[in-house]
């Protein structure tokens, strides 16, 4: 009686563990698994298992900028300049959202502008939602560029708020 419950519980097992379906691969293991053909199965790896191709990212067009209030000396009126500039602010708002397509928001720049009217850096006042590093640093590059402010009569700290939508 003992040796025909070891044969039935070894048959059991041995059914079970014979099973001519495997279970679903979870998608993840799936799609990192290494694709090696059956002996059926032409050489090709199927396109389900073949990796993607590193494509770059599509640089988003459209968005737009609203200049708020800005902070500046009163004899001094950066508007104009930063006005001018809206279009080029706009390309580094789409440049940034090529890496992170949810970015909108409001971000606050600090511009310090030497008694030429040059741009000497651009930094991100903390806070507000669109505070991305790359939008500031391209920003920051565009203003340095291409910013001609009028002379401000000495060192001048301008805080601008921009609101970027897409």
Do not use: W
Not at 72 to 92: D, W
């Amino acid at each position: 009686m003992r040796s025909a419950l070891l044969r039935l519980g070894a048959a059991v097992v041995v059914a079970s563990c014979g099973s001519s379906t495997p279970p679903p691969a979870p998608a993840s293991a799936a799609a990192s698994s290494d694709p090696t053909p059956s002996p059926a199965s032409d050489s090709t790896p199927t396109p389900a298992s073949a990796p993607a191709p590193s494509t770059p990212a599509v640089v988003p067009t459209g968005g737009s900028v609203l200049i708020g209030e800005i902070n500046a000396p009163k004899t001094f009126n950066p508007r104009p300049t930063v006005e001018a500039l809206s279009s080029q602010l706009v390309g580094c708002y789409n440049k940034a959202r090529a890496a992170d397509p949810d970015l909108r928001g409001k971000v606050t720049l600090q511009i310090n502008i030497n008694e030429a009217g040059a741009v000497l850096s651009v930094d991100a006042v903390p806070g507000g939602h669109a505070n991305s590093p790359s939008l500031v640093m391209c920003i920051g590059d565009v203003m340095k560029a291409g910013a001609h402010f009028p002379k401000p009569g000495g060192m001048a700290i301008v805080n601008t708020p921009l609101v970027f939508r897409p």
